[in-house]
């Protein structure tokens, strides 16, 4: 597994390209089921546009991935939505476009356009987030050695899960995959392996992408 950009929460935009309407909806989503949920809403709500079409990815490698045209000519429409969402290395993400069309036709140079512009500043609005693939530890430390702890996991880019002051001082850390290895070489120097880690699994944390 690897750390991954997606975007959170979803945007609504439109353009007008002779006199066309070019409806972008972007969204975040967990699986495709959920993709397809949303576009079958979108299609609810958008029944007398000429085309609704769309493109997702899914997984954290976005090897799960999906576009459509809608009757529009081939690769005009769903491709470059999903080179919008792909060209910013992103997955876990959904951006559909509805077209009213307006009685001019652009042809084909001109709907790709149209509709990578339409998804470009959908995703323009998203907030960006990197989803940290993380190692959980759970240690449980004298009160006497928790100063030199945290001090040490100061030096990763971890996110402590929890605290729980007890006889012992009971620790849920996340520390990125990428470090694992490096940090349980390091608790062993500092405790003179005296001291053991209990893998609490891995998880994916939210963090800030830029």
Known sequence: MEDYLTVKGESIREIVVKKSRFIAYCFHIESVDVAEDKIKRIQKLNYKAAHNTF???????????????????????????????????????????????????????????????????????????????????EISTDYSLLGMLQNYFSTFDCVMEGIEYADEVKIKICIPFRQKEQFISGHRELTNGKQKLYSGGEKFIEKIAF
């Not at 999906?66 to 910013?88: C, F, H, M, N, Q």
């Not at 990578?116 to 609005?125: H, I, P, R, S």
């Open 55 to 137: 493109a997702y990815a899914v997984n954290p490698t976005g090897d799960i991935f999906k576009y459509s045209d809608d009757g529009e000519p081939s690769l005009t429409a769903g491709k470059p939505i999903y080179e919008s969402i792909v060209g910013r290395n992103l997955t876990n993400v959904l951006v559909v476009v509805t077209r009213y069309f307006g009685g001019i036709k652009l042809g084909t140079g001109g709907l790709v356009r149209a509709y990578g512009q339409a998804a470009q500043e959908a995703l323009d609005e998203m907030e960006i987030v990197k989803m940290q693939y993380n190692a959980v530890f």
